[in-house]
T-cell receptor, first 117, second 111 residues
Framework: GENVEQHPSTLSVQEGDSAVIKCTYS??????FPWYKQELGKGPQLIID?????GEKKDQRIAVTLNKTAKHFSLHITETQPEDSAVYFC????????????????FGTGTLLAVQP | DAGITQSPRHKVTETGTPVTLRCHQT?????MYWYRQDPGHGLRLIHY???????DKGEVSDGYSVSRSKTEDFLLTLESATSSQTSVYFC??????????FGSGTRLTVV
């Protein structure tokens, strides 16, 4: 089955700096890669996702890149702010397609991001 | 989170007792999932459902069962709770197009 590895497990940056979190996946059939942000005491929240037919996607200060050949994808946060402090999870799915496949997500182990003011 | 609620939010139970966690959605989504979250392991899939009375096992299903008799409710049962099942449990829903919406979680402690 799919296995997702995520690094680093903790990341501390100064406010205004960039943060990068990296994930690798094992199943070459995986075709959907979301990123979730989890604040303390809350459930994970989808912040950005990318599908295998796209190499990069941006949404304001966050971006995700995908390298299918190397089977890795990364989350980039620019101009970090204290409110970006949270746990971030990557995930991969090999079951996604339009029309309603089960889309089981396999998650990485998470990265605790601390943005120092 | 809007559209999905989990109950209870917190529960302490004794080893060997049965426990049922409830996930309720108002989004009419077809897919529902139960995950557990533990330090160092991230989120691991326990069971999922792709419709009423259609369920399947995830990667850590031993010791758990599920039922879905209505679109809006997905129940997770620990038949005989063990200390290794102390965890935070999250329910998630999906329309099948990609992203999940997670509930706020249930913190379960087995003593």
């Amino acid at each position: 089955g799919e296995n997702v590895e995520q690094h680093p497990s903790t990341l501390s940056v100064q406010e205004g700096d960039s943060a990068v979190i990296k994930c690798t996946y094992s199943d070459s059939a995986s075709n959907y890669f979301p990123w979730y942000k989890q604040e303390l005491g809350k459930g994970p929240q989808l912040i950005i996702d990318i599908r295998s037919n796209v190499g990069e996607k941006k949404d304001q200060r966050i971006a995700v890149t995908l390298n299918k050949t190397a089977k890795h994808f990364s989350l980039h946060i620019t101009e970090t702010q204290p409110e970006d402090s949270a746990v971030y999870f990557c995930a991969a799915s090999s079951g996604w397609n339009y029309g309603g496949a089960t889309n089981k997500l396999i998650f990485g182990t998470g990265t605790l991001l601390a943005v120092q003011p | 989170d809007a559209g999905i609620t989990q109950s209870p939010r917190h529960k302490v139970t004794e080893t060997g007792t049965p426990v049922t966690l409830r996930c309720h959605q108002t989004e009419n989504h077809r897919y529902m999932y139960w995950y557990r979250q533990d330090p160092g392991h991230g989120l691991r899939l326990i069971h999922y459902s792709y419709g009423v009375k259609d369920t399947d096992k995830g990667e850590v299903s031993d010791g758990y069962s599920v039922s879905r008799s209505k679109t809006e409710d997905f129940l997770l049962t620990l038949e005989s709770a063990t200390s290794s099942q102390t965890s935070v449990y999250f329910c998630a829903i999906s329309s099948g197009g990609g992203g999940y919406t997670f509930g706020s979680g249930t913190r379960l402690t087995v003593v």
